[in-house]
């Protein structure tokens, strides 16, 4: 079966660090690009991070940038993201996704989507 | 940064319905433009790509058009699994997604 599982959310402190995982099975995982989206309880869907499918090209939103790292073992086939320095406004429901295209190809439009890890920062 | 504006935030609507979901960027995207489907509690499905592009599997009742900075979601005949949120999402430069919009039932 072709998915995504999600794993390592959870509750933590202010400027505390969690790194999330995202084991992909059923499809060719080096092929593609791959991405953090995130989602604030009630609130809408932000892109958070991307990597190629070598791992050698990554890119941040503004609001990460500095404090969250993306990285990916092609060889146990999963994603990771390291968030460092959490704040209250990272609190949120964290899917990591597929890029659509194959191939080394990059759109930004995601065809596949993990269920989702919960990041709870508070005190 | 290129913004997304979805309209209307809730929409009421009955079985059957015709419903249409607009999308407006705040510069030209060009097609690159998606649609999805989330339902409370799951992750987001692909609906369209490329502005009007059906994703494989999605009920031929959906279909997308526009270009440039105005686009649309038509749903031809609402049927009961379509009660959901619908967000685009602008992949012309990295990524933004719209507000949302809440289907629901009237």
């Known amino acids: 079966e072709v998915q995504l599982v999600e794993s390592g959310g959870g509750l933590v402190q202010p400027g505390g660090s969690l790194r999330l995982s995202c084991v992909a099975s059923g499809f060719t995982f080096g092929n593609y690009w791959m991405h953090w989206v995130r989602q604030a309880p009630g609130k809408g869907l932000v892109w958070v991070s991307r990597v190629n499918p070598d791992g050698t090209t990554t890119n941040n939103a503004d609001s990460v940038k500095g404090r969250f790292t993306i990285s990916r073992d092609n060889a146990k086939n999963t994603l990771y993201l390291q968030m460092n320095s959490l704040r209250a406004e990272d609190t949120a429901v964290y899917y990591c996704?597929?890029?659509?295209?194959?191939?080394?190809?990059?759109?930004?439009?995601?065809?596949?989507w993990g269920q989702g890890t919960m990041v709870t920062v508070s005190s | 940064d290129i913004q997304m504006t979805q309209s209307p935030s809730t929409l009421s609507a009955s079985v059957g319905d015709r419903v249409t979901i607009t999308c407006r960027a705040s510069?030209?995207?060009?097609?690159?433009l998606a649609w999805y489907q989330q339902k409370p509690g799951k992750a987001p499905k692909l609906l369209l790509y490329d502005a009007s592009s059906l994703e494989s599997g999605v009920p031929s009742r959906f279909s997308g058009g526009g270009s440039g900075t105005e686009f649309t979601l038509t749903i031809s005949s609402l049927q009961p699994d379509d009660f959901a949120t619908y967000y685009c999402?602008?992949?012309?430069?990295?990524?933004?997604f719209g507000g949302g919009t809440k289907v629901e039932i009237k």
């Open positions: 999402q602008q992949y012309d430069t990295y990524s933004t």
């Open positions: 510069q030209s995207i060009r097609n690159w």
């Open positions: 996704a597929r890029d659509f295209l194959r191939d080394g190809y990059i759109s930004d439009a995601f065809d596949l």
